[in-house]
């Protein structure tokens, strides 16, 4: 199975900063990497899907780049609702779905 | 608007069982790919299970064996029967909608299944 790795597992930073998360993934799995947020005592949410295409409705401050084994999750003005859990997700090989553990993004 | 709604999470013995239902609006129920994904208390998130349109089933291996997916498209209704309960299997379940790239773009607000003595 592929497994998914992220770093950082959490990160503290302020409103207007510009965020990267990083996700990995064990093999190739060529773009089909999503990225999902998940806010306190809420279901999840996708963002990005296919890498790079933004989910309807999802603010155009959130994009994602990569392809193959190593993709990225870019905030570029980090907003008051936007701090979350961030998880990845392949889905080149499916089954499984896997996540990655996620990424804690915390207020500075 | 699609709209998911879990129910039948609840408190049970190890070793028990459960059926959690997952109603479905606002979407051609019968030839989308559904699927479980479940969330321990402070964890991240762990996909459970999944069915086609066509039926077909897939298991995570941690449960395999031990849970069944199925589907009554005549009630839009997605099922997921949780048998042999363990300790780690305490978790969030939430249902969610497929997409065709294999995204999940929709989610219910997830029911909570606790197994303790």
């Known amino acids: 199975d592929i497994q998914m790795t992220q770093s950082p597992s959490s990160l503290s930073a302020s409103v207007g900063d510009r965020v990267t998360i990083t996700c990995r993934a064990s093999?190739?799995?060529?773009?089909?990497l999503n990225w999902y947020q998940q806010k306190a005592g809420e279901a999840p949410k996708v963002l990005i899907f296919?890498?790079?295409s933004l989910q309807s409705g999802v603010p155009s401050r959130f994009s994602g780049s990569g392809s193959g084994t190593d993709f990225t999750l870019t905030i570029s003005s980090l907003q008051p609702e936007d701090f979350a859990t961030y998880y990845c997700q392949q889905s080149y090989t499916t089954p499984p779905f896997t996540f990655g553990p996620g990424t804690k993004v915390e207020i500075k | 608007e699609v709209q998911l709604l879990e129910s039948g999470g609840d408190l049970v013995q190890p070793g028990g069982s459960l059926r959690l239902s997952c109603a479905a609006s606002?979407?051609?129920?019968?030839?989308?790919?559904m699927t479980w994904v479940r969330q321990a208390p402070g964890k991240g998130l762990e996909w459970v299970s999944a069915i086609s349109g066509g039926g077909y089933t897939y298991y995570a291996d941690s449960v395999k064996g031990r849970f069944i997916i199925s589907r009554d498209n005549s009630k839009n209704t997605l099922y997921l029967q949780v048998n042999s309960l363990r300790a780690e299997d305490t978790a969030v379940y939430y249902c969610?909608?497929?997409?065709?790239?294999?995204?999940?773009?929709?989610w219910g607000q997830g029911t909570l299944v606790t197994v303790s003595s």
């Open positions: 093999q190739t799995i060529s773009s089909s």
């Open positions: 296919g890498a790079s």
């Open positions: 606002g979407l051609t129920f019968s030839s989308q790919t």
């Open positions: 969610a909608k497929v997409e065709s790239s294999s995204y999940f773009g929709d």
